[in-house]
């Protein structure tokens, strides 16, 4: 089987409602590991809190992330990593505007991404 080639930043932008993007880095981990393929989709229901997402921060426009979303904020989203280790998320980069909503990891290992591990979903606003 040949997984579906991943989207670049600039792609991304297409107007297709699903669309595929492959996780680089660990800041995601133990939830997606570097490497994993995912399904994305554009629209459909509202963002929502404890979302797995793919977005761009504000300052960083070019970069296109993966993160989790923890809060609304200055009409954009507060995302983390669920690596409590990185910190290459909205602590670094400020706000962040969401492109689409992971809907599941299909290659190497088809699933959904879950909860954040429970010990960080009580973390306390920054």
Request: hydrophobic share 40%; net charge positive.
């Amino acid at each position: 089987m040949i997984p579906l080639r991943p989207y670049s930043a600039e792609e991304a932008h297409l107007r297709w409602p699903l669309f595929p993007v492959l996780v680089y880095g660990p800041s995601m981990a133990p939830t997606l590991r570097h490497g994993d393929m995912l399904l994305v989709r554009r629209g459909g229901r509202p963002v929502r809190p404890g979302d797995v997402v793919v977005a761009s921060f504000r300052s960083r426009p070019e970069l296109l992330v993966v993160k989790r979303v923890q809060r609304a904020q200055g009409g954009g989203w507060w995302l983390i990593g669920d690596n409590d280790l990185v910190t290459d998320d909205s602590r670094a980069y400020g706000v962040a505007d969401v492109l689409g909503r992971v809907l599941c990891r299909y290659w190497p290992h088809p699933g959904r991404p879950g909860r954040r591990p429970s010990a960080a979903t009580s973390e306390a606003d920054e």
